[in-house]
């Protein structure tokens, strides 16, 4: 487990990190969030030990003594790697660094399973942007790191390479490993997370199980879709403030009103479904966020 302890950092009169405190279990997902300037980045830094935090503490596993190097792995969202060597000699230079045993095995192993196999020999400023994020997602977790910490882990990747990189998420989750990962793309937080934290301003907004904070604080919304999707132009949707999205219609509700659009919308169109959607975690994301700036 990972504990921040009231952590803070100022810069001249900026307060990066207010007096933060979080908890991070071994074998779960953990979700950091927040809008651009929030903090993430400044929180992850001293948690990689970059900079020091200027009062509160960082335990591993109850301990301040941090955990050997070869046991955290960490994912910048600035790419890092040596541009003008090889696939094969950035990740087997990384691999000696941290006495990877097995390392050519391991290397090719995980280059196979990105699609990279064929390009062992390429050097690392010749591969797309996607591609380098792979290698790069593959150089954090070579050495099996006990505590892993990936900033944007999504960029750049195709959807296939996003459920991919969620699947070996996923594998080492249930092999107990602490992980934490900082996005934007909510989607990719709600398919994933256990937990999540949301910073604003430096302080921490909220922090829970992603299940139960969506159950305090969504927003209940209607979900339509007609059988002809080019209904979605009608008035109807415009007149009732409905967020039209992915081919379906978002109400949303107030007390009074499920009943008289469902009516409303059944005489107007033929309907394919008509549900109550669950909050999302971006409406979530936006409602507290807005909430604690005001």
């Known amino acids: 487990m990972i504990e921040l302890l009231e952590i803070s950092k100022q810069y001249d009169s900026i307060k990066a990190v207010d007096a933060l405190s979080l908890q991070v279990h071994r074998g779960r997902i953990f979700g950091f969030l927040g809008p651009n300037g929030a903090g993430k980045t400044t929180a992850i830094r001293m948690l990689m030990n970059i900079i020091h935090p200027d009062s509160g503490s960082i335990l591993f596993d109850g301990s301040e003594q941090r955990p050997p190097a070869n046991q955290i792995g960490y994912l910048p969202e600035e790419r890092g790697l040596y541009q003008k060597i090889s696939i094969h000699e950035t990740l087997l230079y990384f691999a000696h660094l941290r006495n990877v045993k097995d390392a050519d095995h391991k290397i090719k192993t995980y280059l196979d399973r990105f699609a990279l196999g064929d390009r062992l020999q390429s050097k690392v400023n010749e591969l797309s942007k996607g591609n380098q994020q792979k290698l790069q997602f593959i150089n954090t977790i070579l050495h099996d790191p006990q505590y892993v910490l990936l900033d944007e882990p999504f960029s750049g990747l195709d959807p296939v390479n996003q459920l991919l990189l969620k699947e070996i998420l996923e594998e080492m989750k249930a092999a107990g490993k602490t992980i934490i990962f900082s996005s934007h793309q909510m989607d990719q937080v709600e398919k994933i997370c256990d937990d999540v934290a949301l910073i604003n301003q430096g302080k921490l907004v909220m922090s829970g199980k ?35 999205r992915s081919g379906s219609a978002f109400f949303h509700l107030d007390d009074h009103n499920k009943q008289k659009l469902i009516a409303e919308a059944n005489a107007l169109f033929d309907l394919r479904t008509v549900r109550m959607a669950e909050p999302g975690l971006e409406d979530i994301f936006i409602q507290l966020v807005n909430g604690n700036a005001a």
């Open 210 to 244: 992603l299940s139960e904070i969506k159950k305090a604080y969504g927003i209940a919304q209607l979900q339509i879709i007609p059988e002809d999707l080019s209904d979605l132009e009608h008035s109807f949707f415009k007149v009732n403030d409905a967020e039209i």
